[in-house]
């Protein structure tokens, strides 16, 4: 079984839309979560975290975690063309290894 | 705004080469990393690296891989003789000391070709 999985897409939405992300995972140990953002030919930038359950929310980004279903969901709103790249969902492990998911490509149009 | 930076951009090499990426991690930043992405795939780990000796390392990172912070500034990944499976972008990261969790800085990545 796959640590972190994550439904590669592509999504494709109108701008303004609400745009939902998400993945499982399988180890009940992780505790920290986390979401990138990158764009084609670029590296993963860091967008938020979260620790164990509970919601985070940032400007138009919103990280959740339900552990109870190993389930992790970034919500953002108002989407714009700029927010069009791939999303990458993460945890880490109990050492120093960062484990990502296959990555959402998302395509806002204008 | 720092940033972590790779060279070179691409690397195009032949099967059974020697090849060295550098990078330049964020200049109060401790902890330093390799991952690669092959083409369609998912960011890969492959190894850790604190106080000067390597903190974890995976499955990928074999005999023909080797880390490196040959002074105090650069952090370099050599792959011995390098194979067609090689060929991806490699990433540098870096993240603070004492950090809750780690947030991990990316530089914009080396494709590696190897033909």
């Known amino acids: 079984q796959k640590e972190v999985e994550q439904d590669p897409g592509p999504l494709s939405v109108p701008e303004g839309a609400i745009v939902s992300l998400n993945c499982t995972y399988s180890n009940s140990a992780f505790q920290y979560f986390m979401w990138y953002r990158q764009y084609s030919r670029k590296g993963p930038e860091l967008l938020m975290y979260t620790y164990s359950s509970g919601n985070k929310e940032d400007g138009r980004f919103t990280a959740q975690v339900d552990k109870s279903s190993k389930y992790i969901s970034l919500f953002i709103r108002d989407s714009q063309p700029s927010d069009s790249a791939t999303y990458l969902c993460?945890?880490?492990?109990?050492?120093?290894?960062?484990?990502f998911g296959a990555g959402t490509r998302l395509f806002v149009k204008a | 705004e720092p940033e972590v930076t790779q060279t070179p951009s691409h690397q195009v090499t032949q099967m059974g080469q020697e090849v060295i990426l550098r990078c330049v991690p964020i200049?109060?930043?401790?902890?330093f990393y390799w991952y690669r992405q092959i083409l369609g795939q998912k960011v890969e780990f492959l190894v850790s690296?604190?106080?000067?000796?390597?903190?974890?390392k995976s499955e990928i990172f074999d005999d023909q891989f080797s880390v490196e912070r040959p002074d105090g500034s650069n952090f370099t990944l050599k792959i011995r003789s390098t194979k067609l499976e090689d060929s991806a972008m490699y990433f540098c990261?870096?993240?603070?000391?004492?950090?809750?969790?780690?947030?991990?800085?990316f530089g914009s990545g080396t494709q590696l070709s190897v033909l």
């Open positions: 990261a870096s993240s603070e000391v004492g950090a809750t969790v780690e947030k991990l800085f």
């Open positions: 200049s109060n930043h401790l902890y």
């Open positions: 993460a945890t880490v492990t109990g050492g120093f290894k960062t484990i």
């Open positions: 690296f604190y106080n000067n000796e390597i903190s974890e």
